[in-house]
C-alpha cells in the first residue's frame, strides 16, 4: 500500500450510546500509520436500512468477531 493510499471500512452498529435510537455506521481509514475515524456516519432505524446503504456502495460485509465490543454487529469493506 502506497502511504498516500486508504483503505475505507465501515463498522455498524447496534445502538451505540450516542446514537442510542438507531444503528449506526462509521467510516474509518486504514494507512500504514494506523486507523483513523472520518466523522462520516450512516444511521437508520433498522439493520436493514443500514445494509442498504453498504450494498447501494458495492460493498462486502464481513461478520463481527467473538472479540468484538458486543455492540459492533459487522464490518464492511
Not at 21 to 50: E, K, M, Q, Y
Request: hydrophobic share 40%.
Amino acid at each position: 500500500m502506497k502511504r498516500s493510499e486508504a483503505l475505507s471500512l465501515w463498522t455498524v452498529y447496534d445502538h451505540p450510546s450516542d446514537f442510542p435510537d438507531c444503528f449506526v455506521a462509521r467510516r474509518f481509514t486504514v494507512t500504514p500509520n494506523g486507523t483513523l475515524a472520518t466523522g462520516d456516519v450512516i444511521s437508520g432505524t433498522t439493520l436493514r436500512t443500514v445494509r442498504a446503504e453498504m450494498t447501494a456502495m458495492h460493498l462486502t460485509c464481513l461478520h463481527r468477531s467473538r472479540d468484538d465490543d458486543p455492540v459492533i454487529v459487522e464490518t464492511w469493506l
